[in-house]
């Protein structure tokens, strides 16, 4: 959109695309409509896109010791029209990237920022009128601009996405399966994207978190 508008963008990041995020991997149709895309233009790329229209939830982890109980009765949730698409982050940022069509520096980490006048100086040498930090809890511009770390403790996740054949899987690419932790201090899930799984555990606190995905892999 700023490229449309006439502005020259430059993107920065350390790392080198297409490149792999912990995410489930799944984006709502408002996201579609705000990136001015549709599901449609996004498929005939030949890109992963799985309409989903329910979930599977339940409660896993119950443990009494180091003994997982049975797990809670899933709640099937179902919906008369489309409530998300699950996409492949690798896939879904790249196009986004080239759609964009905007001037990119990969494996280039921001070093340093400074003001001079009204310019920005990244790096030392790439200067410009505007600076937008998309980097979430460990924003390298929010770091440079506060001179610390953010202090908001983020969520800690672990995954898995590969290939399964059409048989591979039971889990349901309309219905994926989310389960809760029993403390309700995080989640896990099975998101089945057409030929890929993506397996996964996210949780608010990573001080017992190894146990927690031990916990996920004997109730897996």
Same mark, same amino acid.
């Given at each position: 959109m700023?490229r449309?508008?006439?502005?020259?963008?430059?993107?920065?990041?350390?790392? $080198?695309?297409?490149?792999?995020?912990?995410?489930? @991997?799944?984006?709502?149709?408002?996201?579609?409509?705000?990136?001015?895309?549709?599901?449609?233009?996004?498929?005939?790329?030949?890109?992963?896109?799985?309409?989903?229209?329910?979930?599977?939830?339940?409660?896993?982890?119950?443990?009494?010791?180091?003994?997982?109980?049975?797990?809670? !009765?899933?709640i099937?949730?179902?919906?008369?029209?489309?409530?998300?698409?699950? %996409?492949? $982050?690798?896939?879904?940022?790249d196009?986004?990237?080239?759609?964009?069509?905007?001037?990119?520096?990969?494996s280039?980490?921001?070093?340093?920022?400074?003001?001079?006048?009204?310019?920005?100086?990244?790096? @030392?040498?790439?200067?410009?009128?505007?600076?937008?930090?998309?980097? @979430? !809890?460990?924003?390298?511009?929010?770091?440079?601009?506060?001179?610390?770390?953010?202090?908001?403790?983020?969520?800690?996740?672990?995954?898995?996405?590969?290939?399964?054949?059409?048989?591979?899987?039971?889990?349901?690419?309309?219905?994926?399966?989310?389960?809760?932790? !029993?403390?309700?201090?995080?989640?896990?899930?099975?998101?089945?994207?057409?030929?890929?799984?993506? %397996?996964?555990?996210?949780?608010?606190?990573?001080?017992?978190?190894?146990? !927690?995905?031990?916990?996920? %892999?004997?109730?897996?």
């Amino acid at each position: 959109m700023l490229r449309s508008a006439g502005w020259d963008v430059v993107v920065m990041d350390r790392a $080198r695309f297409p490149r792999d995020k912990v995410c489930a @991997g799944w984006v709502t149709p408002g996201v579609f409509r705000l990136l001015e895309l549709t599901p449609d233009e996004y498929r005939a790329a030949g890109l992963t896109i799985q309409p989903i229209t329910g979930f599977k939830t339940s409660v896993f982890n119950r443990t009494v010791g180091r003994v997982l109980s049975a797990p809670a !009765h899933a709640i099937d949730t179902r919906y008369p029209r489309v409530v998300s698409y699950g %996409i492949r $982050r690798c896939e879904f940022d790249d196009f986004l990237l080239k759609r964009a069509k905007a001037r990119v520096l990969e494996s280039t980490p921001l070093a340093s920022l400074e003001r001079r006048g009204d310019t920005w100086i990244a790096n @030392g040498t790439l200067e410009a009128r505007v600076v937008i930090g998309a980097g @979430g !809890h460990f924003c390298p511009v929010a770091r440079q601009l506060r001179g610390q770390h953010d202090d908001v403790r983020p969520v800690v996740a672990k995954e898995a996405e590969f290939k399964v054949d059409d048989g591979g899987s039971d889990v349901e690419g309309e219905v994926p399966e989310l389960f809760f932790c !029993h403390d309700l201090e995080g989640y896990a899930w099975c998101v089945r994207k057409g030929g890929y799984l993506n %397996i996964g555990i996210g949780r608010r606190d990573k001080g017992d978190f190894n146990e !927690h995905v031990e916990d996920f %892999i004997g109730f897996l």
